[in-house]
């Protein structure tokens, strides 16, 4: 008797204790992203943290919240994560000439012309975006217009990959750049032993060293307008592959400051000044920043010809890319990070650089491990060498929008067998069963949209091509949501704090006028973001 009093008293208890919670969620449609893809209808948070899902009843009666936000339907999701991009880069990008979508040089021209009339202010002119691939001819461009409206200025304009930049002359000899010179790992364009201003992958670096760092408020200026325009997004957790030790200081002490929210996974570059301040001490975690990466680039881009193949390319016969250092570096780093807690993550286009970066980390994982090693891009794979993948537990980190924003010219590079292994994303998804996604932004748009797009119908922006890109390697729905959230958490050790709405994790969610899951193919792009919500706190 005594027994059952107990479990009545228990029942009365759990109807109507009135657990207070800070927010209730209700009458949405709650995609939880567990290990099942349970959908609930409500949710309960308290101090920035989910407290349960459920149905409308089963939250509604046993908790009260200070506030009660009615979803009136509307879809929510975890919070999105992008698991490769530059947000420091993007930042930056916000505030230099926009070259995305130029259709030729003279209107690339153009447009640092009219930024820099209305920017006197700067001792440099940056822009970011050009893509001779969209220009009639598609060769590079030459840099004399820019001599001739730049005489004193120095002018550098990036390529839209980040792996060529023109640079005018005046930059160059700020650079010490000369006709003739060679460098490891890049190359410095001449014609007719004059150079032309293009500089491919580490021969650029020379000319950025020159640029004046930016002052606090710049900076802040960046990260903050970069901020604002990934929640607006649905972003509440973005990596960047690829930073300064200086830079991670700064952004630890704006988040402490309360004045950057963003939730930050961080690579550091591959850079023995970073290795001085981080090998000895180990990983840095904070509430909002994590630092544990370390980002290598085994090779350059494939529109700019730098990605290393196996054989020439198919529109170069007598070139196949290069590596960007030499063999032993990529082995003796991965030597000496299996021996630490950090996680190796190389930049890999060519089907070349792949197959090294792949048996370097096999040499020293041996096997199924929980290291997590990531290959970024894993963008040209040789059909044999897929299973590498799995065979040692390796991360195949991929962007989506990357396979529709070079399907136009992929083929042309790469020839008709060898593109197939290209943008296998559905065939590497098959190696460990599951892959974080990303966009690489600023290289792509920071749209999460546009990769649940490409990622699903294989598609761009325009609705090309019609039948999809190389549709055997669609994903599915539900697996594109999980590698934008989920798996992009988890490729960043993130998975038990962010990524999916479960009792525990913070809660970071958004609230979107349509159902990704359900919304017909052609109305994807249109998705809105009502609301984004990190850790509880309303942020867009
Ligand atoms: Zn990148």
């Known amino acids: 008797m005594r ?21 209730i969620i209700h009458h949405a449609v709650i995609y939880t992203v567990d290990s099942s893809f349970t959908v609930a209808e409500a949710m309960a948070i308290k101090d920035g943290k989910i407290v349960a899902t459920g149905s409308n009843e089963e939250i509604m009666d046993q908790y009260k919240a200070t506030e009660n936000i009615d979803a009136a339907g509307a879809a929510v999701y975890p919070g999105f994560i992008d698991a490769h991009s530059h947000f420091v880069g993007y930042g930056r990008s916000l505030f230099q000439v926009d070259l995305f979508g130029t259709n030729t040089w003279e209107e690339t021209v153009a447009r640092v012309k009219a930024f820099a009339d209305e920017h006197p ?12 691939n969209r220009w009639p001819g598609k060769s590079f461009p030459t840099n004399e217009q820019l001599n001739e409206l730049f005489p004193d200025k120095p002018v550098v304009l990036t390529r839209v990959d980040g792996h060529a930049s023109i640079a005018n ?47 606090k408020e710049t900076y802040i200026q960046w990260l903050q307008q970069a901020e604002k325009n990934c929640f607006a997004q649905g972003l509440t957790t973005v990596t960047d592959c690829g930073l300064n030790y200086k830079d991670v200081e700064a952004i630890d002490a704006l988040q402490k400051e309360g004045k ?34 370390i980002k290598v680039y085994a090779d350059g881009a494939l529109g700019s010809r730098g990605a290393c193949l196996l054989h020439p390319y198919s529109d170069k016969p007598d070139w196949t ?10 082995d003796s ?33 041996k096997g199924k491990n929980d290291k997590r090693w990531r290959i970024e891009h894993a963008q040209v794979i040789h059909p044999n060498d897929f299973a590498l993948f799995g065979k040692a537990s390796i991360i195949p980190s991929v962007q989506p929008t990357h ?120 109305k994807i792009l249109d998705t809105k973001v009502k609301a984004t919500y990190s850790g509880g706190q309303k942020v867009h």
């Open 169 to 215: 002359q005046k930059a160059l000899d700020l650079a010490g750049i000369q006709a003739g010179q060679t460098i490891v790992g890049g190359s410095i364009e001449t014609k007719n032993g004059k150079l032309t201003g293009i500089l491919i992958d580490n021969a650029d670096n020379k000319v950025y060293d020159q640029i004046p760092a930016p002052t």
């Open 321 to 330: 890319g290069f590596l960007l250092r030499d063999k032993q570096h990529y």
């Open 403 to 522: 396979g529709t924003s070079d399907m136009y010219w992929a083929a042309e590079r790469l020839g008709t067998e060898r593109v197939k292994g290209a943008y296998a994303y559905q065939q590497l998804l098959q190696e460990n069963g599951w892959m974080p996604l990303g966009t690489d932004f600023p290289v792509e748009d920071i749209s999460p949209f546009k990769t649940f797009l490409a990622a699903v119908v294989r598609k761009d922006a325009k609705g090309y091509p019609e039948q999809g890109f190389q549709m055997e390697n669609a994903l599915t729905r539900e697996a594109t949501i999980r590698g934008m959230t989920i798996w992009a958490a988890k490729a960043s050790f993130l998975e038990n704090e962010v990524g999916s709405l479960e009792k525990g994790k913070k809660a970071d969610f958004i609230l979107l006028d349509q159902d990704l899951m359900k919304v017909a193919p052609e």
């Open 260 to 293: 950057l929210n963003m939730r930050m996974y961080v690579m550091l570059s591959d850079d023995p000044e970073n290795y001085a301040v981080y090998l000895p001490k180990g990983p840095y975690k904070t509430d909002k920043l994590f630092v544990k990466g």
């Open 121 to 132: 202010e700067l001792s440099w002119i940056q822009g970011r975006g050009w893509d001779q």
């Open 3 to 23: 027994k059952y009093y107990f479990i009545a008293l228990l029942f009365f208890f759990a109807a109507c204790s009135n657990n207070k919670v800070d927010t």
């Open 333 to 365: 780093l991965a030597q000496v990070l299996a021996g630490t807690d950090f996680q190796m993550c190389t930049h890999a286009i060519g089907d070349s650089a792949n197959r090294e970066v792949l048996n370097i980390y096999n040499k020293y994982l």
